[in-house]
């Protein structure tokens, strides 16, 4: 009996960390807190691995930047911040893209590139997040962010 348990157990967890095989709404807010925990911690090889190779953004600093070009940014700390908050106000599946708005309060450190922009700031922010289902996973497709008055 012991060793069914265990048996049991075994497959629940291994269904537990195999990928999803299909896009859900929870797995895209998982992926979106993913993209947010990556860039509080300036985790650039993590950033590498979850960006499509076609990612590109409209960046607050108003300026369209590729995957390459992001990820170098956030390993230099050019994208870091002091404060960052978020606030999800719809989410949608299509197919296999998955799209996440709302809002942002965020104070840039000193030395990041909205910093020296916006100094001592806490900017509020409108977004927009893509994900592209690929292989039993959302990866970060494109990205609108853009700084609005309080």
């Known amino acids: 009996m012991r060793q069914m348990l ?3 157990m075994g497959l629940l967890l291994m269904g537990a960390a ?12 998982a992926a979106d807190a993913e993209q ?8 650039a090889a993590a950033q ?3 960006m499509h190779p076609n990612y590109m953004i409209n960046a607050p600093a108003n300026a369209v930047k590729r ?3 992001v990820v170098a940014m956030l390993g230099r700390g ?3 911040s002091e404060t960052f908050e978020r606030s999800i106000e719809a989410v949608a599946l299509t197919g296999n893209v998955g799209i996440v708005m709302g809002r942002e309060a965020v104070t840039p450190a000193p030395a990041s590139n909205l910093g020296r ?3 001592g700031e806490t900017l509020q922010r409108r977004f927009t997040n893509v994900f592209l289902w690929e292989g039993g996973r959302w990866m970060f497709l494109a990205r ?3 700084i609005v008055a309080p």
Do not use: Y
Request: hydrophobic share 40%.
């Open 48 to 50: 590498q691995a979850f």
């Open 78 to 80: 050019d994208i870091a």
């Open 67 to 69: 995957k390459a070009e």
């Open 117 to 119: 922009l916006h100094p």
């Open 144 to 146: 609108q962010a853009s």
């Open 6 to 8: 265990i048996g049991v």
């Open 36 to 43: 947010m925990r990556i860039i509080v911690e300036e985790d």
């Open 18 to 29: 195999a990928p999803d095989p299909e896009p859900t709404e929870a797995s895209l807010r």
